[in-house]
């Protein structure tokens, strides 16, 4: 339960990463735009195809190299429904290949709300008498700005499911202090979500020793990173912002336990856009993410050791 | 710009009130589900019909009475990209019946991901030399926790393009207070939260006085909605928790300044399943709708006059 698959998944491929896919239009080599939209025409029907087109060619080119990937769903969302619907067929591809699937939706909102939004994305809507699932997602990331109402419809259906969700700690971006590191009392408001995360989690943890309630905590505040892993030792991280944001390998390397467990870090841009900086680079693409995808794992590993 | 067509709406049809769209299939008549269902299947496409056909019929009731509506994205994700899809044909049937239409999203990211939501629901997706409208929401609900950089791509969108944005300070949920109460220094954090709203809309009024970034503060906190009044003279509030959540028309009185202006009270369950306690109600839900509507108007109305 809980994390365990994306666990087993990381130690199989010995890369605690996860590749981001968040593809706009101009990080999609330009042939493979024009075939999509000479085929559906100048319209979000044809940027959904390029997309859909696209991901499923990084997903063929980063099997068995990266244990998960994490589709962003503004990118989907910018191409209006036919751009959700690519982010449906992404997902399910995604399952065909053996990667496990976090949605990075950051959905935040309260009781009946919040349960839609999790039989939606982790669960199954009720139609009937059928049970259909609309995303089918491993697994979401969440905002509990409104607090726990926000967050316990999704661990609980997590649990259900045998899923997994991301509650957002401490954000890798500038402005993320703003709110997050107040100091009310003896605690910042991260750590005060933290505590939360940790206290609602408390038993879920699955073989893996984690629990089903992980943690988004940026790669860009490495001393807040070491803090909170040693704060919440059974949490699992997913560290966004290594690379284009300034995050190093060094700096990733304190999310992790002392078995090189319960971190994953993502890339975006630096494996989806790796074309951009390559010889030959749009017509040998897949070559270039792979590599990419390659040099982050092995980047890591001088840090990071996964038993 | 900002609110004011809003404004004028709410003066023009002397209601404050915006119906919330948050269909379930249990919330519709059953003879319209049965009539979806029988044409499309028990499936995803089925219940989108039916929530379609349902919010259409709504739109019809409850034009001219009611000045907004806002659709909560979570009811129709909850139905996979059908139900997306039936939300952006809500929002389009809606402006062809001259409603404002607030997207009830609650979007939380940052930089060029906060970009793409915005482009999304409020802006232009640009597709080769098309700049095409991907939901084309009047205004949009976001959530801060991550900071300005959560905030300002979506208020510079709504500048250029004439929208409105509402910012979650307090909301109307019993855990509202784990995070949002803390008390930091001198202030809570959702009146950190406030501040910055306050801040980052400055400059951005419009002819009715009121600044394109909002807020959505609570019905059910009656205390902080009127001491955010006094702490936020030129921001619009959106307010939800009147009716199911406890919020009395009393209560909600606090969020208006003194001609009746600057806010706007949420009723989702109370007018969508107005049917199911009226007589006849499934054949007459229409007329049910109507009748809740206007209740909820006149009952504000005894304590708020709109100048």
Redesign the interface.
């Known amino acids: 339960m809980s994390f365990d698959r994306l666990h087993q998944l990381i130690r199989k491929t010995k890369n605690p990463t996860v590749a981001g896919l ?1 593809a ?2 101009e990080y999609i080599p330009p042939q493979l735009v024009k075939e999509c ?1 000479d085929k559906h025409g ?3 029907e ?2 959904a195809a390029a997309v859909l087109r696209y991901n499923m060619a990084l997903l063929d080119a980063l099997q068995g190299i990266v244990p998960a990937v994490k589709p ?1 769903a ?2 989907y ?5 036919p ?3 690519a ?2 067929d992404t997902i399910q591809y995604a399952h065909d290949k053996g990667f496990y699937v976090i949605a990075d939706v ?9 349960q ?2 999790a ?3 982790l669960g199954k ?6 049970a ?4 089918d997602a491993d697994c979401v990331t969440i ?8 967050i316990l419809p999704f661990l609980d259906l997590a649990k259900e499911e045998d899923k997994g969700v991301f509650l ?1 700690v401490k ?1 890798s ?8 590191d ?4 003896d605690r910042q ?1 991260y750590t ?2 933290a505590d ?1 995360c940790k206290r609602l989690g408390a038993g879920t943890e699955g073989e893996c020793g984690y629990q089903t309630l992980g943690a988004v905590v940026g790669a860009t505040y490495p001393a807040e990173l070491r803090e909170l892993r040693r704060r919440m030792e059974k949490t699992f991280f997913l560290v966004p912002g290594y690379g284009a944001q300034g995050g190093t390998a060094q700096d990733v390397a304190g999310a992790f336990d002392r078995y090189g467990w319960g971190a994953i870090i993502n890339s975006s841009r630096g494996i989806l856009c790796a074309w951009q900086k390559a010889e030959n680079g749009a017509e040998r693409f897949q070559d270039a993410a792979r590599a990419a995808a390659e040099a982050m794992r092995d980047d890591i590993k001088k840090y990071v050791t996964i038993v």
Request: charged share 20%; no cysteine; net charge negative.
């Open positions: 968040d706009r239009l939209m100048e319209n979000l044809g940027a962003q503004a990118y969302e910018l191409l209006g429904w751009g959700v619907k982010m449906h950051k959905r935040g909102d309260i009781g009946s709300t919040a839609a939004y039989e939606g994305w809507s009720k139609v009937g008498e059928q259909l699932s609309a995303f905002n509990g700005y409104m607090g726990s109402d926000a957002l954000t971006n500038p402005s993320s202090g703003e709110l997050q107040m100091v009310a009392g408001v005060v979500m939360l």
